[in-house]
């Protein structure tokens, strides 16, 4: 598997290229602004397309999928809870003075503990919500592809429309049950692993009873 990101848009948020090396199959992860460079990314590659899977719905995780579409219309994967936020999208740029193509109803539902393929590799979807209602992770291999759960040294918002503190600490101490070397791909910032924000990122003192484990 190589994992692969381009950092994009005013939010700075990484966009994940995703590739099974075997199938040389992949999925785009949250692809949020600047489509061309994506696409870039995506043809250099060498690999095919076959789905973008959005951690949720917010605009700077969802702003490149227009662009990548008119390249390769292929399927968009988000969970149900977040749709209220994913077709705001365009107003929700409008306040922020970006420039921004409102995507398409997504085609497939994420839920949790389900799995989807990237060639034939198998990702966990857990379902973290807190910084909005229908954030999900993605789980494989010693690897987690965490949006905007846990960063490196911080977490993500929880004063925005429908987030939720207390769910963004239940969803922060079940994704810190997954093993300390598990390396931690964010929406945002350098990649972290389990361990290191267990041990070191002052948000997650509320999960004390995950930490004495």
């Known amino acids: 598997m190589r994992i692969q990101s381009i950092?994009?848009?005013?939010?700075?948020?990484?966009?994940?290229?995703?590739?099974?090396?075997?199938?040389?199959?992949?999925?785009?992860?949250?692809?949020?602004?600047?489509?061309?460079r994506i696409v870039a990314m995506v043809r250099d590659s060498g690999a095919t397309l076959d789905q973008i899977w959005l951690t949720h719905g917010h605009i700077d995780h969802?702003?490149?999928?227009?662009?990548?579409?008119?390249?390769?219309?292929?399927?968009?994967?988000?969970?149900?809870?977040?749709?209220?936020?994913?077709?705001?999208?365009?107003?929700q740029a409008a306040y922020?003075?970006?420039p921004f193509d409102q995507p398409p109803t997504p085609d497939r539902e994420l839920s949790d503990d389900t799995y989807v393929m990237v060639g034939d590799i198998p990702f966990r979807v857990m379902h973290?919500?807190?910084?909005?209602?229908?954030?999900?992770?993605?789980?494989?291999?010693?690897?987690?592809?965490?949006?905007?759960?846990?960063?490196a040294g911080s977490i993500g918002r929880t004063d925005l429309p429908l987030s939720d503190p207390v769910r963004m600490e239940q969803s922060l101490e079940r994704i810190c049950t997954l093993d300390d070397e598990t390396v931690v791909y964010p929406g945002h910032g350098p990649v972290t692993s389990i361990v290191a924000e267990r041990m070191s990122n002052p948000f997650l003192t509320g999960?004390?009873?995950?930490?004495?484990r």
């Open 62 to 91: 969802i702003g490149g999928i227009v662009g990548v579409r008119r390249e390769w219309p292929v399927p968009i994967h988000l969970h149900p809870f977040d749709i209220p936020l994913y077709t705001r999208g365009e107003m």
């Open 7 to 36: 950092t994009v848009g005013a939010f700075q948020e990484n966009s994940y290229l995703v590739v099974d090396e075997v199938t040389n199959r992949a999925v785009l992860v949250d692809p949020g602004a600047e489509p061309e």
């Open 96 to 98: 922020y003075g970006i």
């Open 128 to 151: 973290t919500p807190g910084h909005s209602p229908g954030h999900v992770v993605f789980i494989t291999q010693g690897v987690v592809l965490g949006g905007d759960l846990l960063f």
């Open 207 to 212: 999960v004390a009873r995950v930490l004495k």
